[in-house]
């Protein structure tokens, strides 16, 4: 930002404050540190406190500790071999949950009779956590892929269900009239502009399906698994191995963000007019 | 598609009540009017005084009314393809090209007579260039003169018009009336239009028919004998606007107040 100061003319009383050095840096520049600093402070303080002593190693590792761990895991292989089992995991838990969701969810929203009919067992089925599903998931499915499989799925299953049902149901008054008006078939409405318009909910459901379903992956994975970022984490708690734990939930967190900026992206290309329509 | 036979509109004891929790409202009663093929009407009223609610039942939008409400001596009780509608907010649906829009209420037509229909109606309303353009590209005016188009695809037999410039800007909206009138009086349709706007009524229509409030009544119809185009500011076009103001306001006596 550059300020033309002119003789007697007044600087706003902000301006004054900052320092030259500040001013000039570019936007790009001051805006990238804004992103990083609280995470970068965080670490400082942790790093403080651990070589200070005031925290046990057992209690919280340090952040050099867990990245030291972070490192070996990542050689050996270990971590890959890991985060690919959970991830293929959640993919199929998604993609199913996916499918019948959207499926279910347009047959409901578009009919009455199907949405009494199936209100009642949905919002019953809707509040009980994945977790309690797990002594069923193993006596139906047994203790191997399915039943984890399972436990991700119904994470996922009903927001996508209940968002994919809200859209379609709140198709704009407008558009319905003027599909009247213009003696547009069922087919054809439905086609274009009962789905479109429910799109952007639908992506909604998609994006907090696939964090649910990546959030059940640590129960799903407590069902006698040996291989998983889940089964890691129980595992090393069980050897008391608590910077394997850190890592674990790092990179938790880590792919939950990369799968959550893809599913953004593919929302951006669906829908890149909904950044538009908002104003209507 | 419709052929574009008739397009004579007959309204007779007209009346709608709006059932609420607590009363009915009488939004409409005694409605007489009598519409020929081709002819431009105004309808002019306050907001609230039922001249969209009686564009509606026409449109058949709304279809729990007392009277009769004919086109073409066939009662009106549904939507259809016979009477176009253009709305206050343009209503385009936002995911589709301009090109799309206007194709949306052509059905089952070969695709190459719908690429023809569909940009001979584009080029008259003058949007020529922006076939592939997303309704957010586009201005308030540009967004209403496609779907102006999209309601005149199918040549209806009346194109009703619900209050269709009030969003847009006071030039905008003058440009958008001469534009109309363009239109009209090269495809001929029958044209109700429904205004707050005085001045835009009597631009426009060949009648101006006037509301009274809650419930609406017919007050008054207002013959616009003037040669086209109008000019807004002659005497003659001063004296029908005259007319049709005495009926919404009385002239007030100014108070002298002194001040010291």
């Keep these: 930002m550059t300020v033309v100061i002119r003789q007697g003319q ?32 965080i670490l400082v303080v942790w790093q403080g406190l651990a070589q200070a002593g005031l925290i046990q190693p057992l209690i919280l590792p340090s952040p050099t500790r867990v990245a030291a761990t972070l490192w070996s895991m990542l050689v050996s292989g270990q971590l890959e071999k890991h985060a690919l089992t959970s991830i293929l995991r959640v993919l199929q838990g998604f993609g199913l949950a996916a499918l019948l969701g959207i499926v279910l969810g347009m047959a409901i929203g578009l009919s009455s009779t ?34 984890k499989i399972f436990i991700i799925f119904l994470g996922a299953f009903f927001p996508i269900l209940l968002n994919v049902i809200t859209g379609i149901r709140n198709t704009d008054s407008k558009f319905v009239e003027l599909a009247k008006i213009l003696e547009v078939s069922r ?11 429910a799109l952007p909910a639908i992506m909604t459901g998609l994006r907090v399906g696939l964090a649910c379903a990546w959030m059940c992956v640590v129960a799903a994975e407590m069902i006698a698994a040996s291989s998983g970022v889940g089964y890691l984490i129980m595992d090393a ?3 008391s191995q608590t910077d394997v734990v850190v890592v674990g939930m790092i990179v938790i967190g880590v792919i939950g963000k990369i799968m959550d900026d893809l599913i953004r992206r593919l929302e951006h290309r669906l829908i890149g007019w909904r950044v538009s329509y908002q104003g209507e | 598609m419709t052929s574009g036979a008739s397009g004579s509109l007959v309204i007779q004891k007209l009346s709608k009540t709006f059932a609420t929790r607590e009363k009915e409202v009488g ?29 509606r039942i026409i449109a058949g939008l709304e279809n729990d009314y007392e009277g009769v409400v004919a086109l073409d001596s066939q009662q009106i009780c549904k939507p259809g393809l016979d009477r176009g509608m253009v709305f206050q907010e343009h209503r385009l649906l936002p995911w589709l090209t301009v090109k799309e829009n206007v194709a949306f209420g052509l059905a089952r037509i070969p695709l190459k007579e719908k690429e023809r229909i ?6 008259l309303v003058g949007l020529t260039g922006f076939e592939k353009a997303y309704p957010f590209q586009l201005s308030g005016g540009m967004a209403q003169r496609a779907a102006i188009a999209r309601a005149l695809v199918n040549r209806p037999r009346i194109l009703l018009l619900d209050e269709p410039f009030g969003s847009l800007d006071a030039i905008t909206k003058i440009q958008m ?43 008054k ?5 003037l040669p086209r185009p109008r000019d807004r500011n002659s005497y003659d076009f001063t004296q029908v606007r005259r007319a049709i103001y005495k009926e919404f306001f009385t002239e007030e006596e100014q108070p002298f107040i002194y001040a010291i």
């Design chain 1, 237 to 239: 708690r069980q050897l």
């Design chain 2, 177 to 219: 009336q001469q534009e109309i009138l363009r239109i009209w009086e090269l495809e001929g349709t029958t044209m109700i239009i429904v205004t707050h706007d005085i001045d835009e009524a009597v631009y426009l229509g060949q009648r101006v028919v006037v509301l009274s409030s809650r419930p609406g009544t017919v007050k």
């Design chain 1, 114 to 147: 199907l949405d009494r009919t199936t209100d009642l067992a949905v919002q019953v089925l809707k509040p009980i956590p994945p977790l309690a599903w797990i002594p069923l998931a193993i006596l139906w499915f047994g203790i191997d892929e399915p039943s």
């Design chain 1, 187 to 197: 087919w054809k409405f439905i086609r274009q502009v009962v789905i479109p318009g």
């Design chain 2, 221 to 225: 119809i207002v013959p616009v004998d």
């Design chain 2, 27 to 55: 939004a409409l009663a005694d409605i007489n009017l009598s519409i020929v093929r081709g002819e431009f009407i105004s309808i002019v009223g306050r907001s609230g005084c039922g001249k969209s609610t009686l564009l």
């Design chain 2, 118 to 123: 569909v940009q001979k109606q584009i080029d």
């Design chain 1, 10 to 41: 007044l600087q706003p009383a902000a301006l004054k404050l900052k320092p030259v050095v500040w001013r000039l840096q570019p936007e790009s520049f001051k805006r990238a540190l804004q992103y990083v600093i609280l995470p970068l402070a």
